[in-house]
T-cell receptor
């Protein structure tokens, strides 16, 4: 149980285009979903927290107009990187928590490798 | 949330127990200790968490000292597939603040 999936697993795009990444909780309802970014040889950095049906809360320094987060249902959140540039190339990871039922533990997706040319 | 200190790397022989230490000397009474691991190019995997009692599950055991200022994650019989970065995280919980990932400990299991 407690499986989180991400799609796509890998994406390569041209500079200036937008990329959408999906995060799904497959066997539980996610009360909260999180988006992280990880650069090579660095640790995970939280970008934003989202609750179903409400606006995401972004961490300091993360541009909300560039990283659009939509949490349309209790099992799906999307991250759209708008007008991507090479410096946005990174490993994007989502996580989800099922609340008290799953002891508030965060379960992570497998990650999406974004390369912007 | 309290900060944690972990050794940057450790080696362990395959089949032996891997004991990963974590110091969290400023931990508060309502803060939990969480352990995750990240295998190369994958998302982090939840291992175990605890408040003050020792915990055990199918993956590992978590030993928390009586004063709660440190803890040890024990993988009883390490395999090559346990090679990963292990993160010890302290946060107010359950359902508390965000997880803050530090540098973690790189565990290398060797045959």
């Amino acid at each position: 149980g407690a499986v989180v999936s991400q799609h796509p697993s890998r994406v390569i795009c041209k500079s200036g285009t937008s990329v959408k990444i999906e995060c799904r909780s497959l066997d539980f309802q996610a009360t909260t979903m999180f988006w992280y970014r990880q650069f090579p040889k660095q640790s995970l950095m939280l970008m934003a927290t989202s609750n179903e049906g409400s606006k995401a809360t972004y961490e300091q320094g993360v541009e909300k107009d560039k990283f659009l987060i939509n949490h349309a249902s209790l099992t799906l959140s999307t991250l759209t990187v708008t007008s991507a540039h090479p410096e946005d190339s990174s490993f994007y990871i989502c996580s989800a928590t099922g609340g008290r039922v799953l002891l508030y533990v965060e379960f992570f997706g497998p990650g999406t490798r974004l390369t912007v040319l | 949330d309290a900060k944690t200190t972990q050794p940057p790397s450790m080696d362990c022989a395959e089949g032996r127990a891997a004991n990963l230490p974590c110091n969290h000397s400023t931990i508060s009474g309502n803060e939990y200790v969480y352990w995750y691991r990240q295998i190369h190019s994958q998302g982090p995997q939840y291992i175990i968490h605890g408040l003050k009692n020792n915990e055990t599950n199918e993956m590992a055991s978590l030993i928390i000292t009586e004063d709660r200022k440190s803890s040890t994650l024990i993988l009883p019989h390490a395999t090559l597939r346990d090679t990963a970065v292990y993160y010890c995280i302290v946060r107010v919980g359950p359902g508390g603040n965000k997880l803050v990932f530090g540098a973690g400990t790189i565990l290398r299991v060797k045959s």
